[in-house]
């Protein structure tokens, strides 16, 4: 439902029943105050009828001058502008016999015990009279009126009302309607502003210059679009992670197949068979986790396999997988671990995931090493570090290192760019701190860099 | 029986320059043949079934000994050196605090 439409609707609904309420008690009040007036005026002609008869001392005047006075002068006054056409009066005596009476004054009915005002029809046509005794009872005086004289004169009263009302209302609803399509204008734009945009297109709507009715709808729709566009690029992200990461253990399955393929019968065959399945799972568990690792990027670390981390298994496997490469770059690998008795730091996580973590730590530091160099694992008590005799990024690089897709110009060997930042996110999910550390030899220059886990505080 | 596997098991390893049958227990090394003892062989062929992959000191010590022979454990090493005089330098690759693995076989990966 137009919500322009409803609210014009109302308006115009409400605007003209109120309009109608207010004639309605407008028409009451002027038929009260007719009424008022012309029964004053009534009640004024039969007293000064009375008077002048009652006049101590003084024959009574003649009929037709009494009724000459009265109407002519005393009504008149008392009626303004009322048409005397429609004035009658009547006079009996004490006996009941009309003493005198102008013309509709004839018909009226002779009462002696009536006093004040009484409403009937006389020759088809409702009158309104007023009977008045006088003190001594000697006349009975009764001034009467049409009915429809008063009528006439409300209605004058309400048309006079009525035709400014009538020619203002047109005004009045078009400016409601103007203001309704003025004060939904902010709508409009926002609606049409959205219907304007490319479906991939999540730029928060702004908000500062929003009426206020309208900011919390863009804040929840401003919020929403944060969390699309986030799950958008986790999405994009996952897909170009599990890539990344299935490409290693694809070339490892590859390298068995062929061991399998020249292996003859025997206890031989069964032992590649044995690696090739086992390759299998290895790629199958990297796929789960991989899945796992999408989820749970989304919520909170729980819900990891923990458990306690055997790391010279993922030091052998990460080595491993990178061991074709350090060949091709004539880099050597080792691993260094903490003197006797000293555990290498302990810490429950997912092996899968830190294999991936070491793999790609160390297969960053073999792909941007100089040639013909050695890169160190080293397990410490509380930390995992890489180190890299190469030269170090430049800062400029190192603020944007972890940023997907980043590859330093000027190198020979193929990466995705995702290394690091899988790297952050495992890191993460298992409470470690990832952080470059820049070596320096005993003169001060420049050493190498050094790819630090460490606990995070 | 066995003359069948025989036939079927024609198929040799081939590492770069190296070259084992399975079946008769033979290695070649560009071309020309090479002696080693059981124990020796036990390694290379362990090195052959991964080749590209680091195998810890205790997955080799499993491979190459048997258990009436584990007091020997420390002699690894003698036989890694061995492999690398008797074929080449470069045929055995140690990644120090890993273990060993095959050495590159000098074709592009």
Redesign the interface.
Same mark, same amino acid.
């Given at each position: 439902v137009s919500l322009r439409r409803r609210l014009l609707l109302y308006l115009l609904l409400s605007a003209p029943l109120a309009w109608g309420v207010a004639l309605w008690f407008s028409v009451d009040r002027a038929r009260h105050e007719v009424n008022e007036l012309f029964d004053a005026g009534l009640i004024r002609l039969a007293r000064q009828v009375q008077t002048t008869l009652g006049r101590p001392g003084g024959e009574p005047p003649a009929p037709a001058a009494v009724a000459e006075a009265a109407s002519e002068g005393e009504v008149a006054a008392a009626l303004g502008e009322a048409d005397l056409e429609d004035l009658a009066i009547a006079v009996w005596d004490r006996g009941g016999r009309p003493w005198v009476a102008d013309r509709e004054g004839g018909g009226f009915p002779y009462r002696p015990q009536a006093s004040g005002f009484t409403e009937l029809e006389l020759a088809g046509e409702p009158w309104r009279l007023y009977y008045l005794q006088s003190f001594d009872g000697a006349w009975l005086v009764a001034a009467g009126q049409k009915l429809y004289e008063r009528d006439e004169m409300v209605s004058q009263l309400t048309v006079s009302q009525l035709l400014p009302w009538t020619l203002v209302l047109p005004l009045l609803l078009l400016a409601m309607a103007l203001a309704v399509r003025q004060t939904l204008a902010p709508l409009d734009r926002l609606s049409g502003e959205l219907a304007a945009r490319t479906p991939d297109d999540l730029r928060p709507l702004p908000e500062a210059a929003a009426p206020t009715e309208l900011r919390p709808l863009l804040a929840a729709m401003n919020a929403l679009f944060r969390r699309i566009d986030d799950t958008l690029a986790r999405e994009r992200r996952f897909t170009a992670d599990a890539a990344h990461e299935l490409r290693t253990p694809l070339a #490892?399955l590859r +390298?068995?197949w062929d061991?399998l %393929? %020249? #292996? +003859?019968?025997?206890p031989?065959r069964a /032992? +590649?068979e044995r %690696?090739l399945a086992a390759g299998f799972d290895r790629v199958e568990r990297l796929v789960s986790q991989m899945l796992a690792l999408s989820r749970l990027e989304a919520s909170q670390p729980a819900g990891l396999a923990r458990r306690p981390v055997a790391w010279?298994a993922v030091? !052998?496997e990460a &080595?491993?997988d990178c &061991? +074709? &490469?350090a /060949? %091709?770059r004539d880099v050597t &690998? !080792?691993? /260094?671990?903490p003197e006797e008795g000293v555990a290498p730091l302990p810490l429950k996580g997912d092996t899968t995931l830190l294999v991936v973590l070491l793999r790609n730590l160390v297969d960053n530091a073999v792909r941007y090493a100089p040639r013909g160099v050695t890169v160190t694992?080293r397990l410490g008590a509380d930390a995992l570090e890489v180190d890299n005799p190469g030269p170090p990024p430049p800062p400029a690089l190192r603020e944007r290192l972890g940023e997907r897709f980043l590859r330093p110009e000027g190198q020979d060997e193929v990466g995705s760019g995702l290394g690091l930042s899988i790297v952050q996110r495992i890191a993460a999910l298992h409470g470690l701190a990832f952080v470059f550390v820049e070596l320096t030899d005993a003169d001060g220059r420049p050493a190498g860099v050094r790819a630090r886990l460490q606990r995070a505080a | 029986l066995v003359g069948r596997r025989c036939a079927r098991a024609s198929a040799r390893w081939q590492h770069g320059a190296l070259e084992y049958d399975p079946a008769s227990r033979q290695v070649r090394w560009k071309g020309e043949p090479v002696e080693l003892t059981a124990r020796e062989l036990a390694l290379l062929e362990a090195l052959l079934q991964q080749p590209g992959r680091i195998l810890s000191k205790a997955q080799l010590q499993e491979k190459v000994y048997d258990w009436a022979s584990e007091l020997e454990s420390n002699t690894l090493e003698v036989y890694v050196h061995h492999l690398r005089r008797k074929i080449d330098p470069a045929i055995v690759r140690t990644v120090r605090g890993v273990g060993y693995a095959l050495g590159p076989s000098g074709e592009a990966e």
């Open positions: #490892a +390298a068995q061991v %393929r %020249r #292996a +003859a019968d025997g031989a /032992e +590649a %690696r010279p030091v !052998e &080595l491993s &061991l +074709a &490469l /060949e %091709r &690998l !080792e691993c /260094e671990w694992v | -």
